[in-house]
């Protein structure tokens, strides 16, 4: 079983600034596109940011450009999520993906694997 494994999450206030990592397992994961994507309670989960395998390609939801950046260490197998300037509209439950296909943003399928997610509360 695949298991892609989310830290990073918590408790901020509006302005504040949380890094999310993803840890994803052996060296054929470091072929895959990985990304975030989130779900605040009540709605439809949500692209925020990819890259590719190389790292070499990134994408982002409108919402978070300027503010979240994506990044992965193949070295290190992982992928991690610098946000700052955080609003209470990003609270979500954040998921780490990753696919085959070497390309996650939009416009890609759904994501092969995830994680099991990690909270983000912003409080106003």
């Known amino acids: 079983q695949v298991q892609l494994v989310e830290s990073g999450g918590g408790l901020v206030q509006a302005g504040g600034s949380l890094r999310l990592s993803c840890v994803y397992p052996?060296?054929?994961?470091?072929?895959?596109?990985m990304g975030w994507f989130r779900q605040a309670p009540g709605k439809e989960r949500e692209f925020v940011a990819a890259?590719?395998?190389?790292?070499?390609?990134?994408d982002y939801a409108d919402s978070v450009k300027g503010r979240f950046t994506i990044s992965r260490d193949n070295a290190e197998n992982t992928v991690n999520l610098q946000m700052i300037n955080l609003k209470p509209e990003d609270t979500a439950q954040y998921y780490c993906?990753?696919?085959?296909?070497?390309?996650?943003?939009?416009?890609?399928?759904?994501?092969?694997?995830w994680g099991q997610g990690t909270l983000v509360t912003v409080s106003s």
């Open positions: 890259i590719s395998w190389s790292g070499d390609r990134t």
């Open positions: 993906a990753a696919d085959p296909s070497g390309w996650t943003g939009q416009g890609a399928g759904v994501p092969l694997y």
């Open positions: 052996g060296r054929t994961f470091r072929w895959y596109g």
